[in-house]
């Protein structure tokens, strides 16, 4: 498998790409619904008009604690930023969704990303978003296993990515 994702090292962000042969509400309800959501990476619980929900993430090899995710924009069914920090850093993720002739594009830009984790973050970011497509699409769902033979193993694409600032 190739890597999907772009990265820009003067703004530090990475940006990847999923196109989905489905509405943008459908795209929408998987990204934004917490028993749609669950289908793939985790679920939320909480209140969003407070501006925060709780996110635990189930897709990972061991259970993973509960965090609040900082809900900075919801538009629905276009745009939707968080920003979490967990034991692995702060991220900072948008996922936009367009819609066009019955193909919904979801970019997925997460900004602040430290160079030197881009081969761990974009390989990661590649399983969840297959992850997605296949909750979405109803295909059978990418495993940990998975990960470890055809996502890890862009870890040295992702790290060719980084170039150096002068």
Request: hydrophobic share 40%.
């Amino acid at each position: 498998m190739t890597l999907t994702g772009r990265f820009d090292g003067t703004q530090h962000t990475l940006v990847l790409t999923r196109q989905f042969k489905t509405t943008i509400d459908d795209v929408w309800a998987s990204i934004a619904e917490s028993d749609r959501l669950s289908r793939w990476f985790g679920t939320w619980t909480g209140d969003p008009s407070t501006g925060t929900v709780s996110v635990a993430m189930n897709a990972e090899a061991e259970p993973m604690p509960a965090v609040p995710y900082e809900i900075r924009r919801c538009e629905p069914p276009k745009a939707l930023s968080v920003r979490v920090t967990d034991e692995y850093g702060t991220w900072s993720l948008t996922a936009e969704l367009t819609a066009v002739d019955g193909t919904t594009t979801l970019v997925l830009t997460q900004e602040d990303v430290d160079a030197e984790t881009l081969e761990q973050t974009g390989p990661g970011w590649e399983w969840y978003l297959d992850r997605l497509v296949a909750a979405v699409h109803a295909d059978r769902m990418p495993t940990l296993e998975d990960f470890e033979t055809i996502h890890a193993p862009m870890s040295r694409e992702y790290a060719a990515l980084v170039q150096p600032t002068v």
